[in-house]
């Protein structure tokens, strides 16, 4: 069985050394967010996933959740009730959510940390809060005052769960198909009536209600994406005053059957004139279902790390007790029958592999956390608004390469324990199982590619590439003449110019032929996520030296930096080539010759 | 579910056109080894693999296979057996089997496209008779006289099946350290005591016996890999005249819960003083384990090439049928409600690196298989000894890059099913956790990586290279005029004197620092690999251009090539960047930094 120990030190580092986020919460007026209050919370947190959440992870692949056809409901594996009972008596639900709802009004970034402990600690139980942060976010923003006074209170708290109803059998990422339908009763709400797959918590055991918040369209909607609108659908209905009553016609049809996070639960929802009320505007729903995709989105991209950093720490510990042969520049542990794997050169590669990718998507992803903060809670709106583009710009790449670099992650951590990797009792297996659901759900990698390369570069003369280029040319030219930085400073100014210049051409070419964005998309985002990577790890050399972080603390950031730079950033010459090749070599193929 | 068509016009090509096996087979003196047997062969082989196997791979994985507790059997999936009896009863096991011992006497080429179809239709069946193979080897090569007798018939006719029984809890690498015992009885015979796990087909219904081929020390062995002998030890003991007496002090303890190939069973067995006879000198099991090992390793990477080419399909399949938004120039099929996603450029990627590196490999396999026949065939026993040294070289290559590229293949297959390949029903999430083993078995990639750069470079000063490159050499000048091949040559020539300079700055700096071999060796095993397939796939041209195939098929090889040079070629300037970058980054780190 696989186990877990929150990375308390790396987040505690990133956080508080590299992000100086003490700094930026007194800045945007979190005056309760106090290095105290902080650590306790990361303490706790910590205590939460390790000892409640950890256990309950193989049980959870190994009973999974059961749907009883008769009556529609779904039981849960055993203890993830119990858990989450916990979870929301300990006010985790609502940890960065606003007071007014019954949060505890901690900063964004703060959820961060919590997210990636619970999930490493338990992937598949982190899916049913995970989504009703979503829910929270599009009322929020886009429902009646009615509807947050009677939703917002039980979703903050965790009482009740939300949901995502957007794909159907036919459609996923083309929205514009959807053929669930909605007609307006004679009372204001309106009756459901559709099928909607791949819904994540969609029926369970662990709250007395759940929230659906689904994309249908009225009888006057225009064609296409124009015409989605957003409702929300309780499972048992509610009256405006917040009274609850029947059971909602709508349930649970079937349940998948999938490779991995088989403690969570994939639904078929049917709507059988289910009664909802809209939220927002009419045929607008598809722009409050991108309030809750981002927010979504980044979640998904905390998984990603999350299950990379438990198969780091199980590969290590094997690497270190698993003897076999002898280091190739002679014994290294004479005294034992064989010295530990962790000797051989390439069980290091794999290692340090991980270890990098996962060190530096943490920054990655808890940069994004500040950025919420400051696009909320900055004074100035010019600064406001510079980071919610930024956020922006950097969502699909923190989505996309923590969730295919968790691929790679657990796929080299299971490697590390040779065959027993392929067992299930060892638990490296199932990681690897969960990890492939992440680049799929909440937009596949090809999705957020072109999210990248499309609306957030081309559709924006690359305004959140220009933010970010400037951040780091901040940071080089602050230590141009920093000798003892000069390895990482040269490599990463030449990377970013090629960035730069990268993007030019693509845009250049893209004026031409449109299928030039889509051509180059994968490996430009995969360029922006080595370049940010190796960024983030210059910084943390930078930031661990003057940090009070042990010496060896400082010299594994160093170490593993100059393993970045040396062996992973390099990968940014075959992604540089793949897109300098242009469409030609994927478009010139006739259909028909796919198959010869 | 996924399906499975027989690559049958392709496997054609890369036989006749590519390969010219005709003409080897003649000079061989396969003279029954005519055009129309073998296109029978291939024809009938298809048909098998299609209609008898195929449809048993959903039902393999669903149901598994189950040990009795009490009794030690284990019953396989349903249909396995009869399946199996199909099998022998089409003399597949014997197809290129020598007719001496009940074979076909087939050129050995001729069993890698048969295999691949198996693999294919059904990897968890394949692995029953996969092992007989080795067995068999090591008994021609290593047994003695009466023990080819007794056992030899019955495993080519597939009436019994081989295992290789190495590994041990503590062991898997390092077979220096095994407990295995063997202390001689009275009749000449030995006592085999000790537990061997990860026993493919150890226990089984399938056949009325089953030859272990068990490696264990004898009492005066000295220590480490060189007091290693090897023993047949089978089921239902035998005498030396082939009598079949009582059941054999050996079962079957437990077995894995393993990620995929749940229709194969992998056993833990339980030798309790079994009668086994010594193959070949004492303590020289090691070398004669390392004859079954390179068959094995060939065999394994063929089941790289059937994942791949299945999930190949499965995907293309998909990507016509799934109608999902439009093309970024404008609909293509615009009386449909959306495009198939055939026409997303990421869609296209993903297709395409599957196809060329799968019908690269193709070649890479079919041609080690050549290269076997001529070593045991050739009249000139210098090229005999070419053909050994050259395919020595390549079955590492072959090993990993192959089980490699199906874990990408069968990734990027899934990955162009959205969601969807996550559900258990499509059948891609199944190809995945089967493609996950072929990395691990027949050893990791790792020790492939180690066997190429150590012992088959290192160790040789670059012979296999040498040849390789001679071969290479010879294709790039009789082609350096021919301008509508310059797209190729020119990179070819390229990368190849790259290799070769690489080759000698990696054994230059080994000279000083051990750790170098160790350091370089996974990136120089897919720069070879890389480069190994530039070189089919220019050569692929060549030959489509030259044959008898559809101008759409010749298009298609060519366009397939251009698409590997322009987007996967290119991954050899990462490879050689982290070669280049040394040992240093993997080794400076102290052990107890890798936790920090």
Known sequence: MSTYRAPLSDIRFALYDVLDVEALFERLGYSEA???VLDAVLDEAARFAETVLAPLNSVGDEVGCKLDSATHDVTTPPGFKAAYDQFIDGGWTGLTASPDFGGQGLPHVMGVPLNEMVNAANLAWGNFPLLSHGAVEALKHHGEAWQQEVFLKPLVEGRWTGTMCLTEPHCGTDLGLLKTRAEPNADGSYAITGTKIFITAGEHDLTDNIVHLVLAKLPDAPAGAKGISLFVTPKFKLDRNGNVGERNALHCGSIEHKMGIKGSVTCVMNFDGAQGYLVGQPHKGLQAMFTMMNTARLGVGLQGIALSERAYQNALRYARERLQTRSLSGPKVPDKPADPILV?????????????LTEGSRLLALHAGTLIDVAGHADDAGERERADTLVSFLT???????????????????????GHGYIHEHGMEQLARDARI??????????????????????????????????????????????????????????????????????????????????????YLFYSGY???????????VSAEASSHSESFKQSKRETAQFYFARLLPRTLAHAAAIRSGAASLMSMADERFGT
């Not at 051989?344 to 990098?356: F, S």
């Not at 090809?446 to 280029?469: E, H, N, P, S």
Request: charged share 20%; hydrophobic share 45%.
């Open 438 to 523: 992440t680049t799929l759900y909440e937009g596949t990698t090809g999705i957020q590619a072109l999210d990248l390369m499309g609306r957030k570069t081309a559709g924006t003369q690359a305004a959140g590439l220009k933010l970010f280029l400037a951040e780091i040319e901040a940071f080089l030219q602050a230590h141009q003449d920093n000798a003892a930085l000069a390895e990482f400073v040269a490599p990463l100014r030449e990377k970013t110019a090629e960035w730069a210049q990268l993007t030019r051409e693509i845009l250049q070419r893209a004026s031409q032929d449109p299928e030039e964005i889509g051509a180059a998309s994968y490996d």
């Open 34 to 36: 106090t290095r105290d």
């Open 396 to 418: 699909p790449i923190s989505k996309a390469c923590q969730t295919e670099w968790s691929i790679e992650n657990t796929y080299n951590a299971l490697q590390c324990f040779g």
């Open 531 to 541: 370049v940010a990577l190796a960024y983030w790890w210059a910084r943390s050399v």
């Open 344 to 356: 051989h050169p390439d069980v290091r590669r794999m290692l340090l592999t991980v270890k990098a």
